[in-house]
């Protein structure tokens, strides 16, 4: 069966969420980018199983988020980047 559109907005809030807890402005742009590029690629598509695969592809991305967003918390940059800085202004 394949994710129902809510599933598949709600999947995509909660990456882009999980994209802003990464303290480092580079990898939270790559998280925000590389999110967004994903769903544009299966926009479009309307093959339930194909759909299904991705959507279950993007849990999997999900949890890889969260696991690496605790991880870099660790060892958060103590001096912002001249990116968050500039941004800032």
């Known amino acids: 069966m394949a994710a129902s559109a809510e599933e598949v907005r709600r ?7 999980e994209a ?12 925000k980018r590389r999110t967004i590029d ?3 690629e299966y926009k479009d598509q ?8 991705a959507y279950k ?3 999997q991305q999900l949890e890889v988020a969260r696991r690496q967003a ?4 660790l060892y958060a940059p103590r001096v912002k980047s ?5 941004s800032s202004k």
């Open 11 to 17: 999947l995509f809030r909660a990456l882009l969420r």
């Open 20 to 31: 802003h807890r990464f303290a480092h402005y580079n990898v939270r742009e790559y998280v």
């Open 38 to 40: 994903g769903f544009r």
């Open 46 to 53: 309307k093959d339930p199983v194909v759909v299904e695969a």
């Open 57 to 59: 592809r993007g849990l």
């Open 70 to 73: 605790v991880v870099y918390s």
């Open 82 to 86: 001249i990116m968050e800085i500039q």
